[in-house]
């Protein structure tokens, strides 16, 4: 590995901090010196087991709950954020959940609860992170999004949806911030091995397999090496763009 880009006095917020692809963002972060705001649902085992991992790094990161998709929630978290830090310098919206159904047995519910977290929620945290950054003219937001947005995926109408209007999302804010030096990108992994996919059969799991040229899938580090790369000096001329983390899906 090269020399490693430090993010020293930076504050990075990460949805989706204590598991899967997050948690490795988080760590990474945390090992490149920046200070870390965590934010999960409501899985508080997950959130100690996180803590008690990057206990070295205790006063450098907090976790709270929020739900990326409620307003006021929201508002609350940034404020505090506001209030407690000196400026917000990078974002990264990979709080997402799925609801797999036929488009024909979908119900509402899975329809709007995977649209409310994953693109609503992307909506709402890069909103209010945007007037912290415009303040400081800097600024780098990360959306994961993922490849079934151009794909499509049998059973995920609702979240390859709500991953294509992330991408969309992405390139629009991109040019509305471009002369404030705030850069937003997306990052799309393809199959990781997270809790994500975990609860998925065994004969699935080995057909996904097939499909990624590579034979495997993808690890949550493999997936924050780009973040990073998105969020640090090397990057500060790539805005609007979607970097693929996928084994050549
Ligand atoms: P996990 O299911 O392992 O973790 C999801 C994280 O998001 C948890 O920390 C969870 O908190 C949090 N979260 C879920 N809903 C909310 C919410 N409403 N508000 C705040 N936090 C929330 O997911 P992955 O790490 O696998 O996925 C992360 C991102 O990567 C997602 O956006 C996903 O769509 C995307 N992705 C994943 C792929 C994969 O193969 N794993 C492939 C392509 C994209 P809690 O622990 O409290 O539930």
Same mark, same amino acid.
Do not use: C, H, W
């Given at each position: 590995m090269g020399i490693m880009e430090k993010f020293t006095d930076q504050t990075v917020l990460i949805s989706g901090a204590t598991r899967g692809i997050g948690k490795a963002i988080a760590r990474r972060f945390l090992e490149a010196e920046a200070h870390i705001v965590g934010v999960y649902a409501g899985n508080n085992e997950a959130?100690?087991?996180?803590?008690?991992?990057?206990?070295?790094?205790a006063d450098r990161f907090e976790l709270l709950q929020c739900n990326v998709a409620d307003e006021q929630q929201v508002a609350a978290l940034f404020?505090?954020?506001?209030?407690?830090?000196?400026?917000?310098?990078?974002?990264?919206?990979?709080a997402g959940i799925r609801r797999d159904a036929m488009l024909a047995m979908m119900s509402y519910n899975q329809w709007q609860d995977v649209l409310n977290t994953n693109l609503t929620g992307t909506y709402l945290m890069a909103k209010q992170a945007v007037l912290l950054m415009m303040k400081h003219k800097y600024g780098r937001i990360i959306n994961i999004t993922s490849p079934v947005a151009h794909l499509g995926f049998s059973g995920q109408a609702n979240y390859a949806a709500s991953k294509a209007g992330q991408v969309a999302l992405?390139?629009? /804010? #991109?040019?509305?911030? !471009?002369?404030k030096k705030i850069t937003v990108n997306c990052v799309s992994p393809g199959f990781i091995s997270t809790d994500f996919i975990a609860g998925l059969d065994l004969d699935l799991l080995a057909?996904?397999?097939?499909?990624?040229?590579?034979?495997?899938?993808?690890?949550?580090?493999?997936?924050?090496?780009?973040?990073?790369? /998105? #969020?640090?000096?090397? !990057?500060?001329?790539?805005?609007?763009?979607?970097?693929?983390?996928?084994?050549?899906?």
């Open positions: 959130a100690q087991l996180f803590a008690d991992e990057n206990r070295q790094f404020t505090r954020i506001d209030e407690k830090y000196p400026s917000l310098d990078v974002l990264v919206n990979n992405t390139k629009t /804010l #991109a040019k509305e911030v !471009a002369r057909e996904y397999k097939k499909m990624v040229p590579m034979r495997r899938f993808g690890t949550p580090d493999e997936v924050a090496e780009a973040v990073l790369f /998105l #969020a640090g000096n090397r !990057a500060a001329y790539i805005s609007g763009t979607v970097l693929e983390v996928s084994g050549g899906l």
